[in-house]
């Protein structure tokens, strides 16, 4: 088994006593990473992040990205913040970095669905941040668009996103949806179906679709996102 590379020793016994985050699969596959000593809660991994990688239809990549990812003590519910230390992806409006400098990896409810299945550093790296370092060295390499159906940056490609990921088709309807999320269930069945059948939601099939995500965030996290979306939902 490889050693943690660290200064905190303390905090690497426990790392490796519970394995929390599979973060020895982690450092094995991804050796130039290392955590990094921090007094915040949570861990962080730095280093020169290497990958190979390849889409249907497109080439093969493999290209490295100096990253540093803040894994929070309630991860796999929160996602892990990424940052590009190098600046080999353009800060240009164009190339899906957050106004505070973090990855903007996908839309926050289909990243936390996709964690949710895999719940691992490795399945992460593999199912999230790869798929996005791809898109960024395909266009640096390539050229042209960027090799998948790309998102609007921003809330706009939120509310896109989520128009397939929740089956509705308006920003009202994705917005009264996550504020039902946001309601006790025994509440919100009681409430009209966002699909706009007329029907209660607890009385339509619809809520067969949206229950699947109730239990990926806390009511709190699902009303703030609806409030956050607020200048798309007119």
Request: glycine content about 8%; charged content about 25%; proline content about 6%.
């Given at each position: 088994?490889?050693?943690?590379k660290?200064q905190?020793p303390?905090k690497?016994?426990?790392l490796l ?8 699969q982690?450092?094995n596959?991804y ?12 861990l962080?991994i730095?280093g020169?992040?290497s990958?190979?990688?390849s889409?249907t239809g497109?080439l ?5 990205y ?5 894994i929070?003590?309630?991860?796999p519910k929160?996602i892990?913040?990424v940052?590009?230390?190098d600046?080999?992806i ?6 899906h970095i ?9 839309s926050?409810?289909?990243l936390k669905?996709i964690?949710?299945?895999?719940k691992?550093l490795i ?6 941040l790869?798929?996005y370092?791809?898109?960024m060295?395909h266009?640096r390499?390539?050229g042209?668009?960027l090799p998948?159906?790309?998102l ?13 990921l929740l089956?509705l088709n ?8 996550l504020?039902?999320?946001g309601?006790?269930?025994?509440v ?14 607890g009385k339509c099939?619809y809520?067969?679709?949206?229950e699947?995500?109730?239990f990926?965030a806390?009511?709190?996290w ?6 956050n979306l607020?200048?798309?939902?007119r």
């Amino acid at each position: 088994m490889k050693l943690l590379k660290s200064q905190n020793p303390g905090k690497d016994a426990r790392l490796l006593q519970t394995d929390r985050y599979g973060i020895v699969q982690f450092l094995n596959d991804y050796p130039k990473m290392v955590i990094v000593p921090s007094r915040e809660d949570g861990l962080i991994i730095s280093g020169m992040f290497s990958f190979s990688a390849s889409q249907t239809g497109s080439l093969t990549i493999l290209d490295d990205y100096h990253l540093k990812i803040i894994i929070p003590d309630s991860f796999p519910k929160t996602i892990p913040a990424v940052y590009e230390l190098d600046n080999k992806i353009p800060r240009d409006g164009k190339h899906h970095i957050n106004p505070d400098d973090t990855l903007c990896l996908g839309s926050p409810l289909r990243l936390k669905f996709i964690l949710s299945k895999c719940k691992s550093l490795i399945g992460f790296a593999e199912k999230i941040l790869i798929p996005y370092l791809y898109s960024m060295s395909h266009q640096r390499l390539v050229g042209g668009d960027l090799p998948a159906d790309e998102l609007e940056h921003g809330e706009e490609g939120i509310i896109r996103d989520y128009y397939e990921l929740l089956k509705l088709n308006s920003p009202e309807q994705i917005r009264l949806a996550l504020l039902l999320l946001g309601t006790r269930k025994r509440v919100a069945n009681k409430k009209l179906c966002p699909c706009n059948c007329g029907k209660r939601y607890g009385k339509c099939k619809y809520r067969k679709v949206l229950e699947e995500y109730r239990f990926l965030a806390n009511r709190g996290w699902f009303r703030n996102h609806a409030r956050n979306l607020g200048g798309y939902n007119r």
